[in-house]
């Protein structure tokens, strides 16, 4: 789980291939998990551009 919520957290540009089919593959299989992930990535919009 700890490797889905870093996922959901990070950037998708900082993704590897792996990781964005795998959240890809788990956010398919729970639909709960998928609308969570949706509100992760909208208030993410919302905070301004992550430091470098």
């Known amino acids: 789980m ?3 919520t870093g996922w959901l957290t990070r950037r998708p ?3 590897d291939d792996d990781q ?6 788990i ?7 998928d609308r969570t992930a949706g509100h992760v990535r909208a208030r ?7 430091p470098s």
């Open 13 to 15: 540009d900082r993704l």
């Open 27 to 33: 956010l398919a299989r729970c639909p709960a998990l």
């Open 44 to 50: 993410a919009g919302t905070c301004g551009p992550s």
């Open 20 to 25: 964005e089919r795998q959240l890809k593959t």
């Open 2 to 4: 700890r490797d889905v």
